[in-house]
Protein backbone atom coordinates (compact mmCIF):
# COMPACT_ATOMS: atom_id res chain seq x y z
CA UNK A 1 0.00 0.00 0.00
CA UNK A 2 2.38 2.74 1.01
CA UNK A 3 4.89 3.38 -1.77
CA UNK A 4 8.26 5.41 -0.63
CA UNK A 5 8.12 8.93 -2.23
CA UNK A 6 9.89 8.91 -5.67
CA UNK A 7 13.20 10.32 -5.64
CA UNK A 8 12.84 13.11 -8.56
CA UNK A 9 10.29 14.38 -10.52
CA UNK A 10 6.68 15.92 -10.39
CA UNK A 11 4.57 14.42 -7.49
CA UNK A 12 2.23 11.13 -8.34
CA UNK A 13 -1.24 9.99 -6.63
CA UNK A 14 -0.08 6.39 -4.63
CA UNK A 15 -3.83 7.10 -3.31
CA UNK A 16 -6.28 8.84 -5.14
CA UNK A 17 -8.43 11.04 -3.35
CA UNK A 18 -11.37 9.16 -0.70
CA UNK A 19 -13.86 9.76 1.52
CA UNK A 20 -14.96 8.76 4.88
CA UNK A 21 -17.74 10.42 7.35
CA UNK A 22 -17.17 9.29 11.02
CA UNK A 23 -20.07 6.94 12.17
CA UNK A 24 -21.96 10.13 14.16
CA UNK A 25 -21.87 12.24 10.86
CA UNK A 26 -19.88 15.04 12.66
CA UNK A 27 -16.90 14.70 10.14
CA UNK A 28 -16.25 14.37 6.55
CA UNK A 29 -12.83 13.71 5.79
CA UNK A 30 -11.45 13.25 2.16
CA UNK A 31 -7.71 11.97 1.80
CA UNK A 32 -5.43 11.02 -0.19
CA UNK A 33 -1.33 9.94 -0.54
CA UNK A 34 0.84 11.35 -2.73
CA UNK A 35 4.58 10.75 -3.92
CA UNK A 36 6.91 13.12 -4.12
CA UNK A 37 10.50 14.18 -3.50
CA UNK A 38 9.82 17.47 -1.66
CA UNK A 39 7.06 19.29 0.27
CA UNK A 40 4.28 19.82 -1.77
CA UNK A 41 1.97 22.30 -2.19
CA UNK A 42 -1.39 21.37 -1.76
CA UNK A 43 -4.71 22.82 -2.46
CA UNK A 44 -8.41 22.13 -2.50
CA UNK A 45 -11.21 23.25 -4.30
CA UNK A 46 -15.07 22.62 -4.04
CA UNK A 47 -17.35 23.23 -6.99
CA UNK A 48 -13.90 25.35 -8.46
CA UNK A 49 -13.58 27.49 -5.36
CA UNK A 50 -10.68 27.41 -3.32
CA UNK A 51 -11.41 26.09 0.24
CA UNK A 52 -9.25 27.81 3.06
CA UNK A 53 -8.42 26.63 6.27
CA UNK A 54 -10.94 27.63 9.08
CA UNK A 55 -14.31 27.54 11.07
CA UNK A 56 -15.12 23.77 9.62
CA UNK A 57 -12.33 23.67 7.32
CA UNK A 58 -9.04 21.90 8.88
CA UNK A 59 -6.33 20.80 6.13
CA UNK A 60 -3.39 19.11 6.41
CA UNK A 61 -0.68 17.88 4.47
CA UNK A 62 1.97 15.56 6.56
CA UNK A 63 5.10 13.24 5.72
CA UNK A 64 3.73 9.85 6.58
CA UNK A 65 5.76 6.90 6.17
CA UNK A 66 7.71 7.98 3.16
CA UNK A 67 4.72 9.49 1.62
CA UNK A 68 2.34 12.82 2.27
CA UNK A 69 -1.06 12.09 3.63
CA UNK A 70 -2.95 15.23 2.36
CA UNK A 71 -6.32 15.45 3.75
CA UNK A 72 -9.42 17.93 3.97
CA UNK A 73 -11.49 17.45 6.85
CA UNK A 74 -14.88 19.16 7.12
CA UNK A 75 -17.01 19.91 10.50
CA UNK A 76 -20.49 19.31 11.33
CA UNK A 77 -21.29 18.34 7.33
CA UNK A 78 -24.65 19.26 5.60
CA UNK A 79 -26.13 19.76 2.18
CA UNK A 80 -23.63 22.56 1.44
CA UNK A 81 -20.65 20.19 1.41
CA UNK A 82 -22.04 18.03 -1.37
CA UNK A 83 -20.40 18.69 -4.67
CA UNK A 84 -17.25 18.44 -6.98
CA UNK A 85 -14.06 18.09 -4.94
CA UNK A 86 -10.93 18.61 -6.56
CA UNK A 87 -7.12 18.40 -4.71
CA UNK A 88 -4.06 19.88 -7.10
CA UNK A 89 -0.31 19.19 -5.50
CA UNK A 90 2.77 20.86 -7.15
CA UNK A 91 6.18 20.87 -6.42
CA UNK A 92 9.34 22.66 -8.44
CA UNK A 93 9.15 19.44 -11.04
CA UNK A 94 5.41 19.31 -11.89
CA UNK A 95 1.82 18.68 -10.70
CA UNK A 96 -0.92 16.58 -10.46
CA UNK A 97 -4.78 16.61 -9.80
CA UNK A 98 -7.90 14.53 -9.09
CA UNK A 99 -11.51 14.57 -8.09
CA UNK A 100 -13.69 13.22 -6.02
CA UNK A 101 -17.48 13.93 -5.96
CA UNK A 102 -19.19 14.34 -2.06
CA UNK A 103 -23.28 13.40 -1.42
CA UNK A 104 -24.09 14.65 1.54
CA UNK A 105 -27.68 15.20 2.39
Request: glycine share 8%.
Amino acid sequence: MAAKAAATGAPTFIEKPFIRQDPEGTRLMFECRIASATQPEVAWFQNDLKVKPGGRHVLANKLDNGSYLCTLEIKDPDRKDAGKFEVKVKNDSGDCKATVFSYVG
